[in-house]
């Protein structure tokens, strides 16, 4: 949908909620996408969302808040009934079902529980023991598992009764008596053999699936990697437990990005693009703001230290902002480039040594460059050669620690587990400041009776 | 595959290469998928590398090319004979076909397209037509397309014919007999039905299609929107040309996310993970430096202007870091929320000015608080509280004007169609930092007396 078609029907929607015209509202909704009708109320106001949303049998209503980014999932859920968010959740996808549900009060959650489908209840109640960023997490019960010992007609009977339950079959999963999982077998394979040719004949043994454990970002990495458009979980015995499907990898894949975007730009928890408490921003927000805050104040107590340095030759000064910014920026494209390339998988430790030589290598000629620049324009501009040099050493220095620091730091994170990218952000950037100042003032302060 | 076992493998292939054994190597790599084969090679060393991909059938060799990422893509095609390369070429699907005979030199791409499969070369030479990065840039000619008129027994029948060359068959187009696209069917939907049902009755006449001209990224969006598993590619009189399958999205999605975060740390052209090449690193990473240089040499212009405030006050210049740093990163946690928002199309025009003035709250809020805390540690370290109410106000300023313009920069440029994710970058920190301190030593001089 058009951003002005979505702007009109949201306008045109507004107007009728007001006037109450249930069957003009019908008629415009009946047909849309419920990835739309969720933008839709998503854009309305708190009262004609309410309206709308009660308009909506509970299987749409189901569909659309699978749909809803966060901040107005939970705006609308509030103002739900009991028995309506029972109903809806009733209706949901056992993994839609789970992220709701585990977003609810805690008696809430349980009451909603109690009351819908028994079977769906269990799902749920599985779904919720995982982590919520792991495989078991993000993965849903609906799929379809046949018996090897099947034929293709008594697996399309199977698919047949799953077929309500479960949306995008293209694949059914094959398992032996055990519930092991053995192999995969495509649609596209079962339509075209005869109806009596045994499953485990079509199927494909080399089926990769991942473990309940296994870290959602990893899971997409290997979806990515193999073209899987779904893939089986399993637990630790090798049975098969859920499924993982190619639009939640999807949802991952981009949520994992603006995650590590956010925290490269010192956000400290991810903050929704449409939220619109300010106040929950600034929660966010003011964290590093605050380091970064504390830090320049150490640069304060290095700057005082030096203050006879500065006051004999006042020029330095005028410095401050160019060693702090090319340390910055060297910096953060070194880390950037870390971070980004460990999160996709192209960056392993495997070729790590390399990756951080080559790093090395391009600082010093990135710090060679800009010193040669700076040491010209102080000799042109001030007509001090001396203390262009000592400028141009500062910010060689200056630049080959920052990449060092933005290469290394990201790896070290890894290795103990941390988020890389908590790394990028302005830890990198106030500790290279710091550090780069103490570097350049060092320097003039050694070398002063010489300039 | 484990990271263990990829080092594994290449150590021993590499040990097997050296002793030309090549049993030992087909028996090692056999069952390997030709993503891990793609992996495998591009670890090898060049003689290595040559020596393997010598040894794999045409059909494998295209597969494995597919997956190989850039820098291991081109250094592996400069080492292939004409023949060789037109042979893999004739093996690929039209999409990948295409992206490699783009890259390849004119008077070698025309040779190669001479030698290919005549159908598949026009295939090639008409996809080469659309901007790279456009649903027409990145579809593939390989897809289903039944008439609506045919029944779901004909269509198994075409499905039959086609299941050599098109892989990931999970629905059917359907057209007309004018080749517009009126519907799609499922491939479960099909299995389910009597086999002389016709198409049009299952069929999905809700079809989501995409024009050719489209952006990648706005394509990936629409898929991630409606939970697409293939999208049919249009031409402008609705016929049906292409298709781009969720594995294509995947690496579109991975691919704009990667660009994005590079041109935010100043990254000019996108640099591959892999690179190898320290200078080719250097031409992507020295302009963005450069730019930071040009503006900090504007900083010092200004600082050296203001010389007689920051002789009277030398603590001034102690406090240049954090008015930077300040400014700095409220700048760009503002920008990147824009960017990335916009990007995944979170953010719309549709409700940016609510957003940009949330935004302005936030830097409100951020700046008062940061400016009664410098304003504390002033008058309890040097006593002077008017020097720190001066230093208080500069920070609520620098802070709300890097915010504004964090946030707003990204709105003007997308409105002129020029990716905002470059303005988050370097260009927008070294502007705010020229910007944060003029303010501040404006201030400064203009309340001199008053200090």
Known sequence: MEIKDLREIVDNISFLADERDVTMIRNLIVDLHPADLADIISHLSDDHRKFIFEMLNAEIASDVIAELDEVSKIDLVEMLSESRLSEIVDEMDSDDATDLVSELPEALAEKVLKKIDIQDSAEVMELLRHEEDTAGGIMAKEFVAVNQKCNVDEAIQIIRQKSEEVDNIYYVFVVDDENILVGIAAL????????????????????????????????????????????????????????????????????????????????????????????????????????????????????????????????????????????????????????????????????????????????????????????IVIAVWFGKVNFGIILAVAMLTVIINASMTGALVPIILRKFDVDPAIATGPFITTSNDVIGLLIYFALITVFLPWV
Chains 1, 2 share one sequence.
């Open 188 to 375: 596209k394979d079962m339509i075209l053999a005869k109806s009596n040719t045994k499953i485990s004949q079509i199927m494909d043994r080399d089926v990769i699936s991942v473990d309940t454990d296994l870290d959602q970002e990893e899971v997409a990495n290997i979806a990515r990697k193999y073209d899987l458009v779904s893939i089986p979980v399993i637990d630790g015995k090798g049975k098969l437990v859920g499924r993982i499907t190619f639009d939640d990898l999807a949802d991952v894949m981009e949520d994992e990005a603006s995650e590590d975007m956010q925290r490269m730009a010192g956000i400290a928890d991810e903050e929704e693009f449409r939220e619109t408490s300010a106040f929950r921003i600034l929660k966010v927000r003011l964290p590093w703001l605050l380091v970064g805050f504390m830090g320049q104040l150490l640069s304060a107590l290095i700057l005082k230290n030096f203050e006879a340095s500065m006051n004999q030759i006042i020029a330095s000064a005028f410095f401050i902002p160019i060693i702090m910014a090319m340390g910055g920026n060297a910096g953060i494209q070194s880390s950037t480039i870390m971070v980004r390339g460990m999160a996709t998988g192209e960056i392993t430790i495997f070729h790590i040594g390399r990756r951080v030589l080559r790093e090395l290598f391009v600082a010093l000629l990135n710090g060679v460059i800009c010193g040669i620049l700076i040491l």
